[in-house]
């Protein structure tokens, strides 16, 4: 449910890089599907006024306006289906006036236009329409607390293949979120045991407890952040970004598993096709769930072929699953993501201007992980610009973006991971003490094999450790001898992207200079700093 803004919700959640959690033991998952899930969710153009004929409406134009042929597969009832009653034994009831033959007559009617249908409760006792009533009364009962099993049970015997649990109910009781949606997962899991049919579990509980370090082993996705929009407000470009940036935790997605920065405003009142198309390229390069919420039936021709277009689509349906990262910000607000796509030396890249002014951006083939020489598309031009060497510059309208593909060969032959070891030293680059604090310099330590001296050289030029949530860094954007190398969290700046060369050097991207040990030391802790480079084997270094 999209909930209202006194909530108060923080759009914005500090983001705590862990790698993605795996069930308690003894704990069942739920089967991933292979794709981020594409769809249409009922919520953003009519609230909790809903019945049969609104949802067969969005049904039959999904399949009219091409878009089911395009990719988009669920179609999910959102809140307002239930006003929390049950009969006797407990099962959940709906007004057959507004849904004749019951939630199942509609799931079947999902399914016999080639669609998966997708329902909607609350994780607490009382749903978001208990404490939020958007065009019906309060609705108190009308979450499944109590009745875990029973009602994922009674959602799979019905047809249904998709199921969002909000957290409204969850909050206000205080609730653990982990546990809690363990538990769910744990009843879907159960259900589809029973009934063969598989429940795909949506996560709504607005990032709390940081969800992306526990959700990927319960969940296919998770949300992130509070609402895109709430019910009344004009689409804002403000809270797309804020969305966007607080779905930002490579870390946690993979095939299966996907960060949700919220359902599409794509194609509603108020934003225009530059605004869509922007929207649409910052959830395609994250691989984001693409969840329109637009009415379908009267959407214009122009609003179908950007949600329908197959390009964009493929960048977010990629089989790696991965989510793109800011690899450059030059400038403040002018910013460049890359996304690894599958095929050698492929990258969907966006560059974003945040600023109020058109701005050139430019996009750095070093900086995508690339070699020099690459070829160049725009996506929603549908236009190849050819091939460029070293760079791209686009000039990007202000508070808009542009998508483009980016084919070359990828420089560091792929990510790898191991011990960077010195070969005059023969000891591995190591953090001391195994600490995760910003601004920890860097140090040569006898190798042991530990996390502290495991790092991955990225496909986009990171040196990263602990799995990903810290990268080595040129302190305070160094670019003299002297510069203290550390960790720090991973920003995409290009004091943080480096060139693993063919001579065993590591050099910065942006200073051009080397790592080296102080004063070319070789001893345990001897600190890591930025140097002019060299032809010694002090700064010559193996990845294995």
Known sequence: M???????????????????????????????????????????????????NVIKAQVDAIVSSGLRDAGYQYVNIDEGWWQGTRDPAGNIT??????????????????????????????????????????????????????????????????FDFVKVDWCGGDAEKLDPRSTYQAISNSIARAT????????????????????????????????????????????????????????????????????????????????????????SLWAVSGAPLLAGNNLATMSTQTRDILANREVIAIDQDALGKQGVKVAESQAGRQVYSKVLTGNGRRAVVALNRTNSPSDITVRFADLGLAATANVRNVWNATDLGTKTTSYTVNVPAREAVLLTVTGTDSSGGSRTGALIGRQSQRCL????????????????????????????????????????????AYNQGTVNGTQVVIWDCNGQSNQRWELAADGTIRGVQSGLCLSGVNSGTANGTKIVLSSCGTGDNQKWNLQ
């Not at 909530?7 to 998952?29: D, H, K, M």
């Not at 609705?139 to 009602?151: F, I, K, R, V």
């Not at 709430?230 to 970004?241: A, F, I, N, Q, T």
Request: aromatic share 10%; glycine share 10%.
């Open 430 to 473: 190591d953090i001391n003490n195994s600490s995760t604090t910003n601004g920890t310099q860097a140090q040569l330590w006898d190798c042991n094999g530990q996390t502290n001296q495991r790092w991955t050289s990225t496909t986009s030029g990171q040196l990263t450790i602990y799995n990903g949530t810290k990268c080595l860094d």
């Open 2 to 52: 999209k909930r209202r803004l006194a909530l108060g919700l923080a759009a914005a959640l500090a983001a705590l890089a862990i790698s993605p959690a795996t069930a308690p033991a003894g704990a069942v998952t739920t089967q991933a599907v292979t794709a981020p899930p594409m769809g249409w969710a009922s919520w953003n153009s009519f609230a909790a006024r809903i019945d049969y």
């Open 94 to 159: 709906v007004d057959t006036r507004e849904w004749p033959g019951g939630m199942q007559a509609i799931a079947d009617y999902i399914h016999s236009k080639g669609l998966k249908a997708g329902i909607y409760t609350d994780a607490g006792r009382d749903g978001c329409g208990y404490y939020f009533p958007t065009g019906r009364p309060a609705a108190p009962g009308s979450g499944s607390e109590g009745h875990y099993d029973q009602d994922f049970l009674q959602f799979s015997q019905w047809g």
């Open 193 to 280: 045991a029973q009934t063969g049919r598989q429940l795909v579990l949506s996560v709504c509980n607005w990032g709390k407890q940081n969800p992306w370090t526990w959700a990927p082993g319960m969940s296919t996705m998770w949300r992130t952040s509070a609402d895109i929009i709430y019910w009344g407000e004009s689409p804002s470009m403000d809270r797309v970004l804020a969305n966007f940036d607080s779905a930002q935790h490579p870390e946690a997605q993979s095939p299966g598993h996907y960060n949700d920065p919220d359902m599409l405003i794509a194609g509603m009142p108020g934003f225009t096709a530059a605004q869509n198309r922007t929207h649409m």
